[in-house]
């Protein structure tokens, strides 16, 4: 049996199984040596399965749930207790939309995460906050498929109002026998937006949610998904990347061509977005008596401050990460990243340009482009000024920083 394989191969690996659940009784009332390996508490009680409560005598989904009332009646507690009631299939759709709807009102009335709701909404969510308790009573099969199925349908409905939209999916199944089971697999619901809209376009988007309610993949995007294509607990695959073709069948074609594709996607592509471009080039560190401009995220870049390095604080690995800096209102420190050097090492850049400083810009600004105009350029290294005279067509190889 299941039960005494999964056991033998656990307590090969010194991990011994001591609880179970199950829906088939035989399973549970078996006769065993061990009789902690049985922990069937009770039959009423119901057991947490992948954050959904389930009845195992009845194989029921349920939805275990409380009223916790409180004397604060703010928004936030009404997102914790919405929080609260976890419902991933989206079975109780009918009754969470409700509760979405409130919120909207109370983020268009502009209410604050403490305030009091007011009175007309107060009314409703304590009403329904007394309801939530009816959900200890709502049972829903856990079991979408009749036995001996032959065939298998789904069908989809959606439909739209002023303030919400959704969709269900929908299994039928049809026995050997003729016998017809028809079960709710899912639902989805959404709040019409804010901006108002049509009745029609409200029904499109009821339409796609039951497009993508019907297409959608449950499967968990994993790491192994982006390696070898599939899940890592899958069943593994012979690699059919170096056979010959007409010796493959149409099965093994198939996945050695998706082996093909996975292996360059693997080696080409993922390489290149872990390719890093932020330290390729070497800067050198930020030093005493330099221009710079300080970041300010609340002005524009045009009204940043200008100011002189004073000081620079550097760290264990000799990295400058702070520095103090003279501007115009007084000395202040800032971190390397609020820092904009003006001018490192510019003139080795290109030689073929010219490169304006300061008081070049503002000379350009002051006169007509048509004139000639007289820049003040100083190169490393000369204590003189020289005068630079450039004319209209000059202006192209001008780079300004």
């Known amino acids: 049996m299941i039960r005494a394989k999964v056991t033998s191969e656990l307590d090969d690996a010194c991990m011994p199984l001591r609880k179970w659940k199950s829906n088939n009784q035989e399973l549970m009332f078996n006769e065993t040596s061990n009789p902690s390996l049985d922990l069937n508490m009770g039959h009423s009680e119901p057991s947490k399965t992948l954050g959904l409560g389930w009845l195992t005598h009845s194989d029921d989904l349920c939805f275990p749930a409380n009223s916790p009332l409180s004397p604060k009646h703010t928004k ?3 997102l914790s207790i919405i929080s609260q009631v976890f419902d991933p299939m989206g079975l109780l759709a009918p009754s969470i939309i409700q509760m979405k709807m409130l919120l909207q009102r109370l983020w268009l009335k502009g209410i604050s995460w403490d305030e009091r709701l007011p009175n007309d909404i107060q009314i409703i969510w304590i009403e329904f906050v007394k309801s939530l308790s009816y959900l200890n009573d709502l049972r829903i099969p856990r079991r979408v498929v009749c036995n001996d199925h032959q065939t298998v349908e789904f069908h989809v409905f959606t439909d739209a109002s002023e303030r919400a939209y959704g969709a269900c999916l929908y299994v039928r199944s049809v026995s050997n026998s003729g016998q017809v089971l028809v079960r709710l697999l899912m639902a989805k619901s959404r709040v019409a ?5 049509t009745i029609p376009r409200l029904e ?3 339409a796609l949610v039951g497009a993508r309610l019907y297409n959608s993949d449950h499967t ?9 294509g599939r899940p890592l607990t899958c069943l593994p695959q012979p690699d059919y990347q170096n056979h010959s073709t007409h010796s493959l069948t149409r099965f093994q074609r198939i996945e050695q061509l998706r082996q093909h594709f996975w292996s360059r996607w693997s080696k080409e592509y993922i390489s290149e977005l872990q390719h890093r471009v932020k330290w390729r080039l070497c800067q050198d560190n930020l030093k005493p008596n330099e221009l710079v401009v300080i970041k300010d995220d609340h002005l ?14 550097a760290g264990s690995d000799g990295v400058v990460r702070v520095a103090d800096i003279r501007t115009s209102s007084g000395v202040i420190r800032r971190a390397l990243n609020r820092i904009c050097p003006l001018f490192q090492n510019i003139y080795n850049k290109n030689p073929s340009h010219t490169y304006c400083t300061v008081d070049m810009l503002w ?5 007509p482009i048509s ?18 005279l450039l004319q209209k067509n000059d202006l192209s190889n001008i780079v300004f920083m």
Do not use: D, N, Y
């Not at 937006?193 to 809209?197: A, C, D, F, I, R």
């Open 220 to 228: 968990p995007l994993t790491p192994g998904h982006f390696i070898i």
């Open 363 to 367: 000379s350009l600004r002051a006169r």
């Open 76 to 78: 936030r507690e009404m």
């Open 193 to 197: 937006p804010l901006k108002p809209t």
């Open 371 to 388: 004139h000639q105009v007289a820049l003040r350029h100083q190169a490393p290294g000369e204590r003189g000024l020289s005068s630079l």
């Open 300 to 313: 524009p870049p045009l009204k940043w401050k200008l100011g002189r390095v004073m000081a620079v604080h």
């Open 204 to 206: 499109l988007c009821a």
